[in-house]
């Protein structure tokens, strides 16, 4: 269900003409991540949900994991600074490994451990055109790991960003931001080029004994990153199409973590430093879409993506370079009958720095991935029926062969409603680290009794090589309606039933020697497949134009899980997603060139955390408040005066990631100007 939807770059001179737009004409709008070709969303048979550039303009957000927040059936939560957990139906942590996301079509789905490296998916907000959400599989198009759902942010071609722009903020938590752009255009060429530049604050502290942590006191995790990139776009004719683009970054973070250590190095068992990450990367894609004749177009897209993490103190590094190639092919092959076939090839090379905590082996590795897809929609009754059936066949170098094949219904009875149903199956595959990681968990005193052994004993998660993918079978049933000129709802429910989920098992201790920690007992967890479970759950959205200057959004999410636990896992636990959350939007015009938009959500607690230290904590539940004041003062000039969290100082929302303690998110206030000329 779309947001809201303004097509030209530049915001007029007048405030009131924003809402406008009839919810017919944002029913309208056109979608390609369901069937990888444009479609209405009103009518696509998958739960999916539009977050347009007036949406993002208006919401005041400064980051995407920030926008994915007014998504119903997604849970976004922060735990840092620079850490974002943010998952679909469940499953949610530090790496949710069952959420696929793309750029323009390229997946920036970590390949080495499966998730997202969120801290540094930096677009310029004003470049992103809208952010297609599917919650549920959509395996059969794009693949592996597209489990419980897809984010697909889709940019805007360089000739709707003509001109500069220029951009800046400043404010207590997000210190400063700027930004510059610049597009122009040379005969059929279209072009632009960025740059923009943010430093963030720390968040708060959570009291915790055991790390000696105070509430409140600053958690040391500051950060800044400075990115730039370009576009081109040119045609030949009205047939053919051609993109390159890129980007590249570079940045800082500062983290306070809590590394295990054995007791000749502390007797507590874990040390307090201020570690700095730097990460950088770089990618470009090029793009060739070209028509074959009427009903019959092809599209060749590669991309090359490179990324960089070194953790200093920890004393390990990270280096991805992913190598891909698609081909696609939609053909109308009579009235009744759309295809879509594609081809793909991935290659990606791992290199790791190994230390102490984090370790691979082999330190380099090499992975191809091989696939072909093919979808048919076809008209069962024209207008009215469709059924779209397919299904992904892929070759890794991990765990083989995988198919994730799709079956969706759908009846459009009148032009302002539509039923649909789907069954699909997505599997979430094997990584490098399912197979080969060594990552310390945590230490302690060795248990007394125990034969003649060092006095401290290391916990540490260890990969097998007999591990496989994990996989779900997803039941899914939607219903969209436009009872009234002025009234949009938009219902899904779903049953999904999950196995080979990941699980862990203790093995055999063993004495190990490091030159740093000494002798102790190292005792591995090992990565297994055993667990299983169901999770179910109703997500609905509603839009009113409740005015000709004030519209009102919202979306409710019901959530419930049952897992089958054999061995212990993080990412299978109950307490990882809330069971309910619910979020109210208002944009409201204003006279004079004022807007004033106001952003309530509510999320459920989470009973079942881990505190980071081996013990369960609970995370109350929280509402959250952000407001935004806007001016128009005049044509190119937005004023923006932004508050947020402003219920509580501030807040727990998550879980620590590994080696942190716990943190809480703090109260921002900023203020933010943008000029286009």
Known sequence: MPGFAHAADQPPADASNLLNLSLQQLSDVEVTSVSKKSEKASQAAAAIYVITQEDIRRSGMQSVPELLRMVPGLQVAQSGSQNWAITSRGFDGQFSNKLLVLIDGRTVYTPVFSGVFWDVQNLMLEDIERIEVIRGPGATLWGANAVNGVINIITKSAKDTQGTLLTGSVGNQDRVTTGARYGGQSGNLSYRTYAQYFNDNQEHTVANPISGATQGTGAGDQWHNAQGGFRLDWSQSEKEQQTVQGDVYTGQENVQRYLPVTGSVSPTFFNVVNDTDDVSGMNVLGRLTHEISPGSSIT?????????????????SLHTQTFDFDFQHNLTLDSHNDLTWGLGYRFINSGFGNSFYISYAPENYYESLYSGFVQDKMALVPDKVFLTFGTKLEHNDFSGFEYEPSVRLSWTPTENQTV???????????????????????????????????????????????TTSENVTSYEIGYRIQPRTDLSIDLTGYVNEYDHLASLALGNPTVAFDPAMGAYVFEPEISQNLNSGETHGLEAAATWEATKHIKISGGYTLFYSNFHIVGASLVTASGTA?????????????????????????????????DGFGDTMAIPSYGRLDMRLGWVPLKGLDVSLIGQNLLQSQHQEFSPFIYQTPEEIGRSVLAKATLRF
């Not at 060749?300 to 390990?316: A, C, M, P």
């Not at 649909?420 to 248990?447: E, H, M």
């Open 420 to 466: 649909w149903g789907a069954i699909s199956r997505a599997v979430r595959a094997k990584t490098q680290s399912d197979n080969n990681l060594n990552l310390v968990l945590a230490a302690f005193p060795t248990p007394s009794g125990s034969p003649p052994a060092p006095g401290s004993t290391v916990l540490s998660e260890v990969g097998s090589p007999l």
């Open 300 to 316: 060749l897209q590669s991309y090359y993506d490179d990324v960089n993490r070194e953790f200093q103190y920890v004393g390990s």
């Open 578 to 610: 809330p069971k309910q959350q619910f979020n109210l939007r208002s944009f409201v015009d204003l006279p004079h060139n004022l807007q004033w938009d106001t952003m309530f959500y509510y999320v459920d607690s989470l009973p079942g955390a881990s």
